[in-house]
Every structure is written in structure tokens, then in C-alpha cells.
């Protein structure tokens, strides 16, 4: 069964109405069934009474599925849209009396945010022939040919979800991406303090030159600055070759690694600890899901307790040493 149609694309329209003032604007998550009849009456209009669109298809039966938001203005709601647990955005629309005043953009960031929260890569969506320009503003790469869907133009769309500079709190999150971006955003975010904890540095992760660049640029901030590194595997680190070796190589005032081959607190688990409120953890299970919690004191302050336990007894390993000959 071909996929539902998504109808993204009503957002930004050539219709001239008054400009609105955008302070008294506001975008929030719906949910459903509490806003069904707020959802359903903006769509209603917009999707079925403007555009035709078959009651059958328009409601699909994946409303309680997927997360809603919707515009209001002075109380009023005068837009919607929704992201399907497929990273599939749709269903995006704003009120003919308020289009063309940037709500349909205020209405796609709150629904990448959402996406973003919960740690996608990715999302999607079919966008309308005349809102393609509008997603492409916003990122979105076209795929493939323009094609019918529900009797309207559409073009299938598609936008990787960047996280180098991410700082909200994601509670599940997939390894390697976007757990390598949130490695690059704690480091670039970070005031004076890193701290890495990762039993072979995996390259997947933290062989990146964008990493490089944030943990040099945090170096630059002071004499104060300073970025710990505890592994286990030294040996397999230094004969395989690794960036963040070369740069603790040429900064070795501002870098040190360490070596723990094995101990009872430290079961395999990888962890990246921004100064002392901001925690990126990957247990050590392959099934287990990482989390992110930017602003979290009490989380990282543990979890900064521990690694300092590591490493009061880990050592420089010979590997090491050497290569700071």
C-alpha cells in the first residue's frame, strides 16, 4: 500500500492580507485527542473544502500516532501540521486569512524541534508544487520526479537533521548519528571543561575533523581550559592511528589520555561530560539507548564524580607517552 499523502505545502501562499503582529503569535505542540477538533476543523477547511481532498484520505488514521502543532494568534487557531513516527512531516496548513506572514515557517521549526527532541536523523515529507521553493528555503533537498498525490502536484523531499550546536534534552538517542553531532555540540559548546570517557574512541564518533576544531577552539579560551580522556583499549587506539591523538600530540598542555584497562565502576559504557551540568551517555549494552541532557547538574555531577575516581587510578599509558615524544 503506497504511503499516505502528507499535503505539505500551504503554508506560504501569494495571498494578500493585512501584515499580523507576530508577538501575539504562538506555537505549540497539540495533542490528540484534547485538540482533535481544533486539528480537524483548520484541515477541514484548508485540505477537504479548498483543495479537495477525499475525507477518506485526508484522515488516514495516524492522528493519535503522530505529534501535532498548532498556530494560534490572539487565541485564535489558524494553523497546523504533524510529524509521523517515520520522521514523516505533514498535514501542514495555515487559514487562508493568515498566510504569507511566516507562520507556515514558524509552524515547520516547531515540528523539526520535535523531531529533533526525540533524537531523528532525518525527516521527510511530500511538499505541494507551489510550496517546493519554500521547504528548499528551509533545507529540504528534492528526490526523485514530481508526482501526483490525491489529485495535487507533489514532490518528495527529504532534510538530515544537523545537532553540532544541539542543547535540549534528547531521552532515547540512535548511535552513531546523532550521537556523533551531539559529541562535536558538547564540545563546542563547552565553557572550559570536557571530559570523554570511551573504551576504544571509536572513529565513528570521535574521528571527526569537526570535533577537532571545537576541542582546539575550547583550548583558545584560557589556560583553563581543559579536556580529559579516558579509554582502555590504548594499544588498538595508538596502532590504528586517531586525530584525537595527534591533537593531544601537538597540545599536550591542554589534552591528556589516559589508560583503565578494566575496573568494577566501568563497565563499557561511553560518556561525554560538558563543564558540570551537561551529560551525553552511551551504556555499554548494544540495544541500550543513549541520552542527552544539556542541563541537567545533578545527573553530570555524578557521573563527573565517577569519571574522576577513573581517572585518580588510571595511568599514561606507554602508547601515550610515546607519542608525545
Not at 505539505?8 to 495533542?31: F, Q, W, Y
Not at 514558524?106 to 511530500?126: E, I, K, P, S, W
Not at 590504548?234 to 597540545?251: F, K, P, T, V, W
Request: aromatic content about 8%; proline content about 5%; glycine content about 8%.
Amino acid at each position: 500500500m503506497p504511503p499516505a499523502p502528507s499535503f505539505a505545502g500551504l503554508c506560504e501562499k501569494d495571498v494578500s492580507n493585512p501584515m499580523i503582529d507576530l508577538t501575539h503569535l504562538s506555537v505549540r505542540e497539540g495533542l490528540w485527542p484534547e485538540d482533535a477538533t481544533t486539528l480537524e476543523a483548520i484541515r477541514r477547511t484548508v485540505f477537504i473544502e479548498e483543495q479537495g481532498v477525499p475525507k477518506a484520505i485526508e484522515w488516514d488514521g495516524q492522528e493519535e500516532q503522530a505529534r501535532h502543532v498548532i498556530a494560534e494568534y490572539q487565541g485564535d487557531a489558524i494553523g497546523c501540521g504533524r510529524l509521523l513516527e517515520d520522521g514523516r512531516i505533514g498535514r501542514l496548513a495555515v487559514l487562508p486569512k493568515w498566510r504569507s506572514q511566516g507562520i507556515g515557517e514558524r509552524l515547520l521549526r516547531m515540528l523539526l524541534t520535535l523531531a529533533q527532541q526525540r533524537g531523528d536523523t532525518a525527516v521527510y515529507l511530500h511538499a505541494q508544487a507551489d510550496a517546493v521553493d519554500f521547504y528548499a528555503r528551509a533545507g529540504f533537498s528534492a528526490v526523485g520526479e514530481p508526482f501526483d498525490e490525491a489529485g495535487i502536484r507533489h514532490q518528495d523531499m527529504h532534510l538530515a537533521l544537523d545537532y553540532s550546536t544541539w542543547d535540549q534534552t534528547i531521552v532515547r538517542l540512535n548511535y552513531p548519528r546523532p550521537f556523533d553531532q551531539l559529541v562535536v555540540a558538547q564540545a563546542a559548546l563547552a565553557r572550559r571543561e570536557l571530559r570523554i570517557l570511551s573504551p576504544n574512541l571509536d572513529p565513528l564518533v570521535f574521528e571527526q575533523e569537526a570535533l577537532f576544531s571545537a576541542l582546539r577552539a575550547l583550548l583558545r579560551k584560557g589556560r583553563m581550559s581543559q579536556i580529559k580522556v579516558l579509554v582502555q583499549d590504548a594499544r588498538g587506539i595508538s596502532r590504528r592511528g586517531h586525530g584525537l591523538l595527534n591533537l593531544a600530540r601537538r597540545l599536550p598542555s591542554g589534552i591528556t589520555l589516559k589508560r583503565l584497562a578494566e575496573h568494577s565502576d566501568w563497565s563499557g559504557d561511553t560518556q561525554v561530560i560538558r563543564d558540570r551540568d551537561s551529560l551525553l551517555a552511551l551504556p555499554g549494552g548494544d540495544l541500550d539507548p543513549g541520552f542527552y541532557r544539556p542541563d541537567d547538574r545533578a545527573r553530570s555531577e555524578t557521573a563527573l564524580g565517577r569519571f574522576e575516581e577513573l581517572w585518580r587510578v588510571a595511568d599514561v599509558d606507554p602508547e601515550f607517552r610515546s607519542l608525545a615524544l
